[in-house]
């Protein structure tokens, strides 16, 4: 059995080293359960996001490998997300709420992002990986977990422990040995004084 350990990014400045062997795993051990510690841990860590206005404006849905909830999550993926998703020990609907007594959240997304961010960064540190989706069928999210007109599902991330890379297919092993590469900084940064 063959699993990546280490696809450390090469960084321009110094980073955090949880952030810079963080990469998004299409290849999920299809038999291990989710390690319900360090789920809650990462729940945690999204939980305590920071958000406009302390709002919080994230949902979150949790699907265990088995469930019904599980199944229909990886229903609702488009192309390529269907052929190694289902795979991950458990996935998670990032969703937001829209509006607050009438109000519209401007920031929702950009919020549930920030929550995906350090649900992401907690995940790592505590031994899982995770690869978000945003090929989803939304609508399909809503109807299955019976979201109303405020919430609007955002991403769905898979997350699970490291699976047999020899095992996967040839396209899926390919992407997953590729190098991590990122636009450099010079790109990025737009302006500045």
């Given amino acids: 059995m063959s699993t990546i350990t280490v696809h450390t990014a090469q960084t321009d400045a110094e980073i955090l080293d949880v952030m810079a062997e963080r990469w998004s795993t299409r290849v999920f051990d299809p038999e291990t359960p989710i ?6 841990s990462a729940l945690e860590a999204a939980r305590w996001a920071p958000s406009a206005n302390n709002t919080q404006p994230w949902r979150f849905v949790v699907a265990r490998r088995g469930s019904d909830a599980h199944a229909a999550i990886v229903a609702s993926l488009m192309g390529f997300n269907q052929a ?3 795979d991950a020990a458990a996935l998670v609907v990032f969703a937001t709420t829209t509006s607050i ?3 519209p959240l401007a920031w929702a997304s950009y919020d549930a992002g920030q929550a995906a961010a350090y649900f992401t960064i907690q995940a790592h540190a505590s031994g899982l990986h995770t690869h978000q989706m945003g090929g989803f069928d939304r609508a399909a999210i809503a109807e299955a977990f019976g979201f109303g007109d405020d919430l609007a599902a955002v991403t769905v991330m898979a997350v699970g422990a490291l699976g047999d890379l020899d095992g996967a297919p040839e396209a899926l092993r390919e992407r997953e040995l ?3 590469t990122r636009l450099p900084l010079s790109t990025l940064v737009v302006a500045g004084g």
């Fill in 35 to 40: 390690d319900e510690a360090a789920l809650s």
């Fill in 84 to 86: 190694w998703a289902a």
């Fill in 101 to 103: 007594e009438g109000k």
């Fill in 178 to 180: 590729a190098p991590r």
